[in-house]
């Protein structure tokens, strides 16, 4: 069982992936699940645009996508993570590159874990759990 990290058609952010690996452990743990396979693939707009058409009739583009896999309470899933679209988003929210993979990267786990963001209250729901994850970083020596 174990996260992997790859990346497709970007340069591979500068992410400490040992570290990371433990922050989203105790973001499972903390929501009462266990972890299973991850795995994480960062890419560009163009391959998350044509994985939201070819798997979700989507078309548009996105800054992640969670193929959910879990059983019961184990979480397991690939998650696609568009770097361009994160970028982007960072500008838009006055934030750093590094906060907003962060927040993207757990994002993703909070969906494996159970929550969702379809709905105004989901959608609080979501922001407040990744705000309470963003926060533990530091504790896994990973600084914003």
Same mark, same amino acid.
């Given at each position: 069982?174990?996260?992997? *990290?790859? %990346?497709?058609? =970007?340069?591979? &952010?500068?992410?400490?992936? %040992?570290? #990371? ?6 973001? =499972? +743990? ?10 994480? @693939? ?6 998350? @645009?044509?994985? !939201?058409?070819?798997? /979700?009739? $989507?078309? *548009? ?5 969670? *193929?959910?896999?879990? +059983?019961?309470?184990? =979480? ?6 568009? #770097? ?12 750093? *590159?590094?906060?907003? /993979?962060?927040? =993207?990267?757990? $994002?993703?786990?909070? $969906?494996?874990?159970? #929550? !969702?963001? $379809?709905? &105004? ?7 407040? %759990?990744? !705000?309470? %994850? #963003?926060?533990? /970083? ?5 600084? @914003?």
């Amino acid at each position: 069982m174990s996260i992997t *990290f790859e %990346a497709e058609g =970007v340069q591979f &952010p500068k992410i400490k992936e %040992a570290q #990371l690996s433990k922050w989203i452990n105790s973001v =499972v +743990e903390k929501h009462d699940k266990k972890r299973g396979e991850i795995a994480y @693939l960062f890419c560009d707009d163009e391959k998350i @645009l044509e994985t !939201n058409r070819d798997f /979700l009739q $989507h078309d *548009f583009y996105t800054d992640i996508i969670t *193929f959910d896999y879990s +059983e019961g309470d184990t =979480v397991s899933g690939d998650i696609l993570i568009s #770097l361009d679209t994160v970028k982007s988003n960072s500008q838009s929210y006055q934030t750093t *590159f590094e906060e907003e /993979l962060h927040r =993207v990267i757990i $994002h993703g786990i909070l $969906h494996l874990c159970g #929550l !969702n963001d $379809h709905t &105004p209250e989901e959608e609080r729901m979501m922001r407040s %759990a990744e !705000n309470d %994850a #963003l926060k533990t /970083l530091r504790d896994f020596d990973i600084v @914003l």
